[in-house]
Nanobody
Framework: QVQLVESGGGLVQAGDSLRLSCVAS????????AAWFRQAPGKEREFVAT????????DYADSVKGRFAISRDNSKNTVFLQMNTLKPEDTAVYFC???????????WGQGTQVTVSS
């Protein structure tokens, strides 16, 4: 049984930064693709960023490019999302996901709330 636990969310002002963490337990994290998604109230869940397991290649949604950075520390079974220059439209519940099979992530965390005030 794999468990993903996110942390680091909170209430910040526009322009501030936050760093989200996602710790995996139950098996090693270093052989699976990991990603962050978010869901704002009344909206569908959307892709934010992903990082490959072998080459560390990253990809981002256009809305966060240049402001967010995804990284991983396989020795600590942890994936991070550094969020800079936050905007009110970044307000959402942020979810960690991992182990992508046929474009579907198999493991999901419970989410952490990020609220950005203007």
């Amino acid at each position: 049984q794999v468990q993903l636990v996110e942390s680091g969310g909170g209430l910040v002002q526009a322009g501030d930064s936050l760093r989200l963490s996602c710790v995996a337990s139950g098996r090693a994290f270093n052989s699976v693709t990991a990603a962050w998604f978010r869901q704002a109230p009344g909206k569908e869940r959307e892709f934010v960023a992903t990082i490959g397991w072998s080459d560390g290649n990253t990809d981002y949604a256009d809305s966060v490019k240049g402001r967010f950075a995804i990284s991983r520390d396989n020795s600590k079974n942890t994936v991070f999302l550094q969020m800079n220059t936050l905007k009110p439209e970044d307000t959402a519940v942020y979810f960690c996901a991992a182990n992508r099979l046929r474009d579907v992530y198999q493991w999901w965390g419970q989410g952490t709330q990020v609220t950005v005030s203007s």
